[in-house]
């Protein structure tokens, strides 16, 4: 089966720094990503791990750690549009194209 | 380039009726997708085509729910009879065929069932 794991909320202020964290459970593994959603909208890339380490983009970064089944998402400098839902979704090995299973999603509020 | 294109935006039916929601995919991308989104969940995956061929449509509810992608570029889903359970966002994405490559959204329809 496929288990995702990730905090329902979060709020942190303006200009600090913002860790979420993703665990997963699934039947394999082929790479994860994040997504950012505000409300209303849709799902829109942010990052993509499908070897150990950090990858970082501007703001932001995305850790893996395969053998733990953990990942985090980080976030630098807040800012207020930064207040979404950030969603973790792996992609199982073996899946044929790029079938992803999503969490939960996070719900980051930034508050000034 | 444009995005993926879905229509109509909102729908409100009542419980029994019929919908169908159609999706246009980014030009060239092979591999489209259905996902439905329940308030506070994260995307499900209801259906996924490579071309105008089903790759996975094992969470479809197949009595009640039908896509098709007739001639692999734009695709319709249908739920027919709709149930209260059905209210969600019907969210379509696309990408390119290949190992890591990204899934673009549509902004997707919002369905309420009443």
């Known amino acids: 089966g496929q288990n995702i794991d990730q905090p329902t909320e979060m709020t942190a202020t303006e200009g600090a720094i913002v860790q979420i964290n993703c665990t997963y459970q699934t039947s394999g593994f082929n790479g994860l990503f994040w997504y950012q959603q505000h409300a209303g909208e849709a799902p829109t890339f942010l990052s993509y791990?499908?070897?150990?380490g950090l990858e970082e983009k501007g703001r932001f970064s995305s850790f893996l750690s395969r053998s733990k089944g953990y990942s985090y998402l980080l976030l630098k400098e807040l800012q207020m549009k930064d207040s979404a839902s950030y969603l973790c979704?792996?992609?199982?090995?073996?899946?044929?194209?790029?079938?992803?299973?999503f969490g939960a999603g996070t719900i980051l509020r930034v508050k000034s | 380039e444009a995005g993926v294109a879905q229509s109509p935006r909102y729908k409100i039916i009542e419980k029994r009726q019929s919908v169908a929601f159609w999706c246009n995919p980014i030009s060239g991308h092979a591999t489209l997708y259905w996902y439905q989104q329940i308030l506070g969940q994260g995307p499900k995956l209801l259906i996924q085509?490579?071309?105008?061929?089903?790759?996975?449509d094992s969470q479809l509810p197949k009595d009640r729910f039908s896509a098709e992608r007739l001639k692999g570029v734009d695709s319709t889903l249908k739920i027919q009879p709709a149930k209260l359970e059905d209210s969600a966002v019907y969210l379509c994405?696309?990408?390119?065929?290949?190992?890591?490559?990204?899934?673009?959204f549509g902004e997707g329809s919002w369905l309420t069932v009443v």
């Open positions: 085509f490579q071309n105008n061929g089903v790759v996975d």
């Open positions: 979704a792996v992609r199982p090995h073996g899946e044929y194209g790029n079938k992803l299973v």
């Open positions: 994405a696309s990408s390119s065929t290949g190992s890591g490559n990204t899934i673009y």
């Open positions: 791990n499908v070897l150990d």
